[in-house]
């Protein structure tokens, strides 16, 4: 195997000897193994830049963001496969803490980051909740630091989303540990991507005018500087011209060219004082800035006497220096300086007008150990519970969706849609199917299955834990229970018409009460769902009408419908089955045929009791007789035909295939117009190479007529099949 050239192991011996953070003989022995075991692993040639690249990142990781010895360890060894190099063989050789940025460096590459310009909150939390150590994300900063630097090993389509990442990602929390030089460069990176030519066009005239820039802030500050030094102030002066999708964001936002913009650099004066007179050594300072240059009223912002929400404590005032020219000088006491830049009122806060949050302050810490040279404690990079709090998803599309952490399959197809999670069936996740109780885990990929046979159920209640996905069974529940009762309302009154029983208010309550149910919409949904038979409702009803009979002292008369004996258990077999005879007098019932099947005297039928306690009536061989039947048989009355004289017609379709000759459409209107003499409502024939096929309605009013025509029709030559459709 090749030995690694010289400029790797230059690049390697500047690493292990940096100064940003020194590494004891331990760490630098750790570190040149993980450098022998990527050579090892990848068996690369002297001249191969793959190799570069992990040197590189580990560079970034320790000079740029300030990491320690684990973090180079973790960026060199990145790129090993963990099928040949497995995790706990890492830890084994390089430490637990290796094996956990490894590990989660490479979860977290692997998450769909497609949609993150919609979601970049949310992102930025899933980012920081599922994983273990906030030193991944800052390994994976430096690589996508990397990447930007180094376009050209990047495919199109990777470096879209290496931007992506960059700009809602990683540029925000760069932004909030303070690493600025870091979060600047990105941006440039992502604006010269974005935006070319106006990142150059800026470029050039921040160039170009670069010296005289210069000149003018020292001519600026030597008087200021002389005033101080003469009002025995002590003073720290600081100044830098901004970057340059600052400067482009300024140009958007006041609407101005660029020699217009207030403040191409800022000045800060930063002065000493002591807590007591910190307001007063402030505007001392303000005054002999202002006495010496002319100030803008318009631009003070006194941040002093009255401290922004976040904290941020600051004087800030525009005034015009030599040439007309407008500056921004920003004056603060040292504590003050020091909060902006590292405590609570950090510069992304008052920045983006965010409130501080748990997570920042623990991102403050972090940013602290990082501008320390030595980090004693590593507990700092620890995430903790946080990552326990919520759990983020992904839907088939890379949508991110964030639960409370134990909430289910159930609960994420309920926050897709109500009717989704009503007939949620189970879910894939991952491509590998798992029940509606399967819990999610940061990261997966949910696609839910439903099934039009699914309902909710009143176990769910157990499989959720957002309120949302509860309360909407609960409703559905409600809903469905109230629909059901509603049919079981309408059998109970067909069911007291037939015993010539009178519904009551009174009655009901009777039977409410017998079943110690507690309203009357539970004794309907009894009746309707077959858990209350009707038979025994009959008795309870005649028995309690026997005992007020006998009390009054009165005998009733009894219909055949409570005789004994043979008579009447005849009687009440009659009674369950209940036949509704359709025909010219049949009142007082609410009935209408089903258009999904157009029902016509002679055809085989049976009733549907609906919702609203009417009755549809469909042909058994209906394209929806078949779900109906099997879902609710509870809901199904048989139906015959009353004989009547009256002859009533209804539509019917047929549909009739043959050969397109000529003429042949013309026979079949002129035998069914006039032979039979049957009425033409519609007519439609498509041609289809040498065959037509053709759909008539016509009005029948018995399936007989119907069968004659269909005969009739069969027998015409060039037909070949005519039949029924509805």
Known sequence: ?????????????????????????????????????????????????????????????????????????????????SNEYSYEKMESAFGHEVRVIVEGFNKISELQTQRVSFQSETFRSMFLSIVDDIRVILVKMAHRLYDLRNPDESSPERFTKVINETKYIYIPIAHRLGLYNVKTEMEEHVMLYESPDIYNDIKNKLKETKTKREVYIQDFLKPVERELIRAGINYELKYRTKSIPSIRAKINRQNVGLEEIFDLFAIRIIVDAKPKKEQEMCWRTYSIVTDIYEPNPKRLRDWISQPKESGYESLHTTVKGHSGRWVEVQIRTKRMDDEAERGQAAHWIYKENHKAKDADNWLTQVRGALEKSKTSDKAVYKVGNKKTDKVFVFTPKGDLKQFVAGATVLDFAYDIHSDVGAHCNGAKVNNVAVPIRYVLKNGDKISIITSNRQKPKIDWLAYVITDRARNRIKRQLKEEKYQEAEAGKSLLLRKFKNWKVKSTDDLINLLVKHFKLDTAVDLYYLVATNKLDVAIIK???FEKTDEEDKKAGTAREREPSVETGSTATKRDREDEKEVLWVGDNLKNVNYHFSKCCNPILGDRVFGFVTTQGKISIHRYDCPNAKRLLERYPYRVLPIKWLDTNEDIYKNA?????????????????????????????????????????????????????????????????????????K
């Open 539 to 541: 008795k309870v009803i």
């Open 653 to 725: 379709v047929i549909r009739i295939q043959g050969k397109d000759v000529l003429g042949l459409v013309g026979e079949i209107t002129s035998t069914i117009s006039n032979d039979l003499n049957i009425n033409m409502r519609s007519i439609n024939f498509e041609t289809k190479g040498k065959q037509f096929d053709g759909r008539v309605t016509v009005m029948i009013k018995s399936v007989d007529y119907l069968n004659s025509l269909i005969h009739r029709l069969g027998k015409i030559k060039g037909v070949l099949k005519v039949t029924r459709v």
């Open 1 to 81: 195997m090749k030995k690694p050239d010289k400029v790797s192991i230059q690049s390697l011996n500047s690493l292990l000897h940096n100064e940003t953070k020194p590494f004891n003989d331990k760490e630098k022995h750790l570190i040149s193994k993980a450098f022998n075991r990527v050579w090892e692993s990848h068996h690369l040639n002297p001249s191969d830049e793959k190799f570069k690249h992990y040197l590189e990142i580990a560079h970034i990781v320790i000079k740029e963001i300030g990491l320690g010895a684990n973090s180079a360890m973790a960026a060199l060894m990145h790129g090993i496969s």
